[in-house]
């Protein structure tokens, strides 16, 4: 304990955040020596009697006031309760054990009280990398929770209650996560002090973490508010290109994600709706070469024409099953129904060449399974997964 408080001081003397926040990183895989050592007392009281000591007594502590003081007494005890969770859930304890659960639960107090460092004790903005560290594995700890409980069965039994719901059961510790990570949020948003003094330098980092989270709830759409609430306050935020490069690619890509989902392409695809999906791509095209992801979308178009031709196979029925066996899909369709079916989506006037060189790339691309016998003028499929990936 004597170290971490001294590694504390050390980085708040000189006025690092990213050093500071290196004391509260909890990575087992680099750190485990040091977690061992900090978890080395114990028991409470004499974690308590420790850090009271070097944040009240010594003479050597730094000169904060009454309430900073506080606040990061109150940091270190929790994380020094969440220590014990991280090495009792590692297997590393001989006098105890744990779950991920509770490992999320520790953290998340960690959490809350680092973000009421800022609200109740007047924790300057220079440490707000120490919300980066909390808001980071807050989110790992979530994901390790759900996987460990998804994993052992455990709410298996809330299953016959009535307001049971598996799907929010699924992400039961994420969802909770994403809420504190949205106070983190508006923590930096709301900030009114000037520039140089703003918690507002850490807003990227804190959207990014919630625009991953949102995704693997598959609730990308309350990405949207984040947006909004950022748009609204664009007038008193500091220019994107301030900020580190890892934030500014991170962002960038989920926001041109989320302008992809907007427009018409993904109903596109799905449909196999080529003249549609060549509309939405040529009405964004001056955006989507702006924002340099013009390319990638193009490439979806491959994927939208899978699914047209895949609309054809499933069309087809099934051939006339033999001696009581069971019905097998049509493997051989011919050209001109495949042809068909690209007149009527795509609105070109394609000949059967052309399509058969469409065919013959799909096939290159693995996008099918099969042979185009020319001579006969249909293509022969697979009769196990003909298009790969989609179930047929």
Not at 78 to 87: N, R, S, T
Not at 96 to 122: C, F, P
Not at 145 to 163: C, H, I, L, M, W
Request: with cysteine; charged share 30%; proline share 3%.
């Amino acid at each position: 304990m004597d170290t971490l408080i001294q590694e504390f001081r050390v980085a708040y003397t000189s006025v690092k955040g990213d050093q500071l926040a290196e004391t509260l990183r909890p990575d087992i895989q680099t750190n485990a020596d040091k977690l061992q050592a900090i978890w080395n007392r114990g028991d409470a009281r004499s974690a308590k009697a420790d850090l009271q000591f070097l944040f009240y007594q010594d003479h050597s502590r730094p000169r904060l006031s009454k309430d900073e003081t506080n606040g990061w007494y109150e940091i270190y005890l929790a994380y020094w309760k969440a220590v014990g969770e991280i090495l009792a859930a590692e297997g590393l304890r001989t006098d105890a054990k744990s779950n991920w659960t509770s490992v999320y639960e520790a953290w998340r107090e960690l959490t809350s009280l680092i973000i009421r460092g800022y609200t109740n004790h007047d924790f300057e903005n220079w440490t707000i990398p120490c919300l980066y560290v909390a808001g980071r594995y807050l989110r790992l700890y979530a994901i390790r929770a759900d996987e460990e409980r998804r994993r052992s069965g455990d709410d298996a039994v809330t299953s016959f209650q009535d307001d049971f719901d598996p799907e929010t059961e699924e992400h039961k510790q994420l969802e909770d996560c994403a809420r504190h990570l949205n106070r983190i949020f508006t923590l930096c948003l709301s900030d009114r002090a000037p520039l140089e003094e703003s918690r507002k330098w850490g807003i990227y980092y804190a959207i990014n973490l919630l625009f991953k989270t949102y995704f693997k709830l598959n609730a990308a759409s309350l990405s949207k508010n984040v947006l909004k609430a950022l748009s609204a306050s664009k007038g008193d935020m500091p220019s994107i290109d301030k900020f580190p490069a890892s934030q500014q690619v991170t962002f960038k890509y989920y926001e041109g994600v989320l302008a992809f989902l907007e427009e018409n392409y993904v109903e596109s695809i799905k449909k196999g709706d080529l003249r549609a999906f060549d509309k939405a791509l040529q009405e964004g095209e001056d955006e989507f070469i702006k924002r340099r992801i013009y390319l990638t979308l193009e490439r979806g178009r491959d994927i939208a024409l899978r699914n047209l031709l895949r609309k054809v196979f499933i069309a087809g029925g099934f051939e006339e099953a033999k001696d009581g066996a069971s019905p097998l899909r049509r493997t051989r369709v011919p050209v001109a129904e495949f042809t068909a079916a690209m007149k009527l989506k795509g609105g070109d006037d394609i000949d059967a060449d052309e399509v058969e060189c469409l065919l013959a790339n799909m096939i290159y691309k693995n996008l099918m399974k099969g042979y185009i016998a020319h001579e006969r003028g249909i293509v022969v499929l697979s009769k196990n997964g003909a298009f790969p990936g989609t179930g047929v």
